[in-house]
Structure formats: structure tokens, C-alpha cells
């Protein structure tokens, strides 16, 4: 059987204790207040992050990994006889991708490699790596996981509640006019991962609504009954509660994580959804 390391980035929002306990190498971005740079979740947690972004009304940037840091890591397994399964945030939001494949050209390791755009940001990401986890404990190789790995991810679904996408639309990752449709009316944005890309999806009035929408979705698309579902919260209890119990009130199992800080600068705080995989 291959031996086999999965690797991600710190933008695959599931707890830590999860992909710990399967051995999964996280490779944290960069947060950046000025002149001072954070390990994201290693030396500043979403909590510190939010605090800091309002005493300071500041948004800090953030930085991919770069090739040099995957270079090194890649580097250390493959010495350690094993073949490389790394999973990552979309190529659309960020050049991590795009590094990963500059270190896995550096080393000519096609063959020993295997970098998967996983089109999709946070918990969605996160979607796609316990899915990997649960293929390499099958005894699947490598190349049998990226198969069914790429087959999956058009079917990874969100439905995202936000208060403002001022900060979405700041960082680059949404368009403009779907800010300002927000900021003029005051309303709830329900956004979604489409294409690697943010969209969005509808826009609602308060947070009664804004989870109705999302059980909507949710309801509409189906889920994969076999597969995981993700339950995300940024400091957002009016939306994350109702569906909480919603998803305990009809026996469905999920998982409760946290926007991490990369996620967190773009999404700001009230911000809150799932994401699961429809039924395909």
C-alpha cells in the first residue's frame, strides 16, 4: 500500500483536532497588519483577528504560501518515502495553488505529487480533505483519491449568510456591484462558492430569513447522506444557532468549525452557513 501525505492550507476551515488526528500537514498563510505577519492559526487565532480589525479599523492583507515554504515540506516527505495528496484554497482567490505546482516543478516529482485545485475556500476546502482522509483509509492509491476527488468538488455546495461584504469586495474577492447592493439596502447577503469563484446567491431581510434561505438550499439540492457536512460560524450566534438546530432537530450530523483568519479578514465577523455535498 503507498504511503501517502495529505497536505492543505490553513484555509480549510475544520478543527484542528480532526485533521491532527489523521495526520494531515496544514501549511498556514500569512496575515498581515502593516509591517507585523502572523502564521495563520498558529500565531493568531479568528478571535484576536476580529478584535484587532475593529480597535484598529484596519484590514490586514493576507499572503499565500509560497513556493520555497512547499518546496521544503514537499521535499521532507518524499525523503521520507512518501507520495503527496495537497489539496488547496481556490485558484481563483489565491495563488497557493499555483505555488504548490512552482515547488512540485522544482522537484520534478510529477509522478509522486498530486496537487488538487480544490475550487472552493474554507470549510468547502475542508469538504475535500475529509474526503481524502476517508479514501486513503479505504487503501485507495493516490491516483484512485484524485480522481474521486475531482469528481466530487462541482458538488460541493454553500449557502453563507454575511452582514456586509464590504470586506469581500475590498479584498478582491467579489465584484463591486454585488457590495453595493448590499451596502444600499441593508440586507442579508446569502452568498455561495460557484466556479472557485464567491457569487451571489440571494439577498434577504434579517436573520429569520437568512436562515430560511440557507435550509432552502440545503433542503432543495439534497445532501450525500455519506458524506460530512460542515456547520461555520464567524461571531454570527443569530444565524448559527437556528441551523445548529435545525441540522441536531432532524438527526443530521455535521460538524461545528470556525472561520479561520484568511477566511475571516474577507468574510469579516456575522458572517455564518454550511456547506455540504449535494446528493448526486
Known amino acids: 500500500m503507498e504511503k501517502i501525505k495529505i497536505i492543505t492550507d490553513s ?13 494531515v500537514e496544514v501549511l498556514p498563510l500569512l496575515i498581515n497588519f502593516g509591517e507585523e505577519s502572523y502564521l ?19 484590514l490586514p ?11 521544503d515540506c514537499y521535499k521532507k516527505y518524499l525523503e521520507e518515502g512518501y507520495k503527496i495528496l495537497s489539496i488547496h484554497f481556490s485558484s481563483h482567490m489565491s495563488g497557493t495553488f499555483q505555488s504548490a505546482c512552482i515547488a512540485r516543478d522544482m522537484l520534478e516529482a510529477e509522478d509522486d505529487i498530486v496537487i488538487i ?18 479514501l486513503k483509509e479505504k487503501g485507495l492509491s493516490i491516483k484512485e483519491i484524485e480522481k474521486e476527488l475531482i469528481d466530487i468538488i462541482p458538488h460541493i455546495k454553500s449557502a453563507l449568510s454575511f452582514e456586509s461584504l464590504d470586506n ?7 465584484s463591486r456591484a454585488a457590495g453595493v447592493i448590499g451596502g444600499m439596502l441593508g440586507l442579508r447577503l446569502i452568498l455561495e462558492v460557484n466556479d472557485g469563484k464567491m457569487a451571489l446567491s440571494t439577498k ?11 435550509i432552502e438550499t440545503f433542503e432543495t439540492l439534497g445532501r450525500k447522506e455519506d458524506e460530512a457536512v460542515v456547520l461555520l460560524c464567524a461571531d ?12 441536531e432537530e432532524n438527526n443530521i450530523d455535521y460538524i461545528a468549525a470556525e472561520v479561520g483568519c484568511t477566511v475571516g479578514i474577507h468574510s469579516g465577523p456575522k458572517a455564518a452557513g454550511i456547506f455540504f455535498v449535494e446528493d448526486y
Not at 11 to 23: C, Q, V
Not at 64 to 70: A, E, G, L, N
Not at 117 to 134: E, H, P, Q, R
Not at 168 to 174: A, Q, S, T
Open 11 to 23: 484555509t480549510a476551515d475544520i478543527p484542528k483536532e480532526i485533521l491532527s488526528k489523521h495526520d
Open 40 to 58: 495563520d492559526g498558529l500565531e493568531i487565532n479568528s478571535k484576536t483577528l476580529f478584535s484587532r480589525m475593529e480597535k484598529e479599523d484596519v
Open 61 to 71: 492583507t493576507t499572503a499565500q504560501v509560497t513556493p520555497s515554504r512547499f518546496y
Open 117 to 134: 485545485d480544490s475550487l472552493n475556500v474554507t470549510s468547502g476546502l475542508g469538504l475535500l480533505v475529509l474526503k481524502a482522509i476517508k
Open 168 to 174: 469581500l469586495v475590498k479584498g478582491g474577492r467579489l
Open 204 to 214: 434577504v431581510r434579517g436573520s429569520k430569513k437568512a436562515v430560511k434561505s440557507i
Open 236 to 247: 454570527n450566534e443569530d444565524v448559527y444557532t437556528p441551523l445548529k438546530i435545525y441540522l
